[in-house]
């Protein structure tokens, strides 16, 4: 999922996966973590925690689809308005 965190007047692009049911908990994903992380960002907590910002670099959003398209066929890539 591409989405994107407001802050003040700029906002952030993120990546961010819908990770698979019975994967394992990522380093941070405690109940307290997720708790704060509902009332912050406009997706679920387990996107947002599997997230990373887009800054620093650019995302070809083509190549991306591609990619996912080739290593996870019938796996959508959605952006969020």
Do not use: C, N
């Not at 380093?27 to 997706?43: C, E, I």
């Not at 190549?63 to 959508?76: D, K």
Request: glycine share 8%.
């Amino acid at each position: 999922m591409l989405w994107r965190q407001v802050a003040g007047t700029a906002s952030v692009p993120y990546v961010g996966l819908s990770r698979r049911e019975g994967a394992p908990e990522l380093p941070g994903d405690g109940s307290k973590y997720r708790a704060v992380v509902k009332h912050l960002v406009s997706v679920p907590a387990d996107v947002a925690i599997a997230s990373r910002a887009v800054t620093g670099w650019r995302l070809d959003k083509d190549r991306l689809a591609t990619a996912v398209a080739h290593f996870s066929p019938g796996i959508p890539v959605h952006e969020q308005p």
